[in-house]
């Protein structure tokens, strides 16, 4: 099967209306996910509760992801992420209604949470895989990095908008916004096109399922490259995304003393720094190397937890008041967030060429799956640790490690890691 004729721009109708759809979706997410929190606090007062959302919020997707890897390499893609937004919509429409009408529960907020968090699931390994379908080899990058942008900008204005209008109008608005920007979204994904068909005879079944999802993590360890890329990206998530969630707080927090809002404020500097990294590959390194802009910007990032690791040293901490060392650290997480950006869409866009489009949904869920579960894992070991070694030097330790891990990865990582082969996609 050939791949469906592409043209040379990048914002072609077809991107065009990906990228808006996504916009307006992920803004009206981001209103949630920072008023529904409010919200349960509010009503319950409840620690307990929190987690239980958040959880609701994680799980019901990771357990979805192996069926939605399999279904988005058997059904057309357009018309998972179509119906997905669509029935994501209506969902949280129902809880605009019955938050209207009084009657919306707690139970029933969590229940529904869960049931969108799977078709979260299946909306993400769609629409992950169906990218590199509707965008030219030559501009893939750049269509990361406008995605990226946008995920980044969400991230900004969402919750700035959801405390706003939570604030001022109350949870009931929140849900009709986000329900509204779901089903705008669908209306948008509609027109485009997309003819990717999937050559599936059979019905699927149990057994079927399974052998088909395990094609996904053959596909994974067969091709070299893919293989080194997944396993680098593993063990560094698995290293950083709990020092990221764990001892960071637990450093800012509880020894640097920063306020709630200071530590936010650090957040969002990352964030920013995201923001910045993403416009500037789509602008000005669209064509730059991607072993150039990989290696510069894990180098760069490991630089900088490594300072970090440093001035958290009591001795070091001592000489700077809250204020100071809130800048360096807004400083440090900004340029941290800036080549973030450097490094995770090269991958991002590597593992979309080195994956046929009729297998990419199970290879991305497979990932995804494997991702996730390291950062509990991961967070648990880091907390126990906290009891026992003093948290300056966890965070100087694992810096470390990851630049020995780093320097061995960029040392005896092939060359199709950096520059991959496109393979053959499927498509009309």
Known sequence: MKRMNLTGRLFDRNFTLFVLGRLVSVIGSGIQIIAIPLYILDITGSGAAMGIFTLLGMLPRLLAAPFAG??????????IMVWTDFLRGFLILFLALLSFNGTLTILI???????????????????????????SEENLRKANSVLGSVNSFSMIIGPILGGIIYGVLGITMVFLLNGISFIVSAISEIFIEYKVKFEKDKKLNLKLFFVEFKEGLSFIVKKRGLRYLFTFAMVTNFLLSPLFQVVEPYVLRQIVKMSAQQYGFVQTFFTIGMLLGNIVIAAFLAKAKNKNLMVMGILTQIFMLIVFGILIFPNVLS????WKFF??????????????????????????LMTPSNIRSRVFSAIEIFAQLMIPFGAVIYGFLLDHVAAHLIFISISLLVLVITIIFILYAPHEVYEPKSTETQGV
Request: aromatic letters at 16%.
């Open 70 to 79: 399999v279904i988005g390499d058997r059904w057309n893609r357009k018309k």
């Open 109 to 135: 907020l969590f229940v529904i949470q869960a049931i969108v968090s799977v078709f979260d699931g299946f909306f993400g390994a769609a629409t992950g895989a169906m990218l590199p379908d509707i965008v």
């Open 327 to 352: 800048w360096i650290t807004g400083i440090i997480y900004f340029t941290i967030g800036l080549f973030n950006t450097f490094v995770n869409v090269p991958i991002n866009t590597n593992l979309q």
């Open 319 to 322: 000489l700077f008041t809250i």
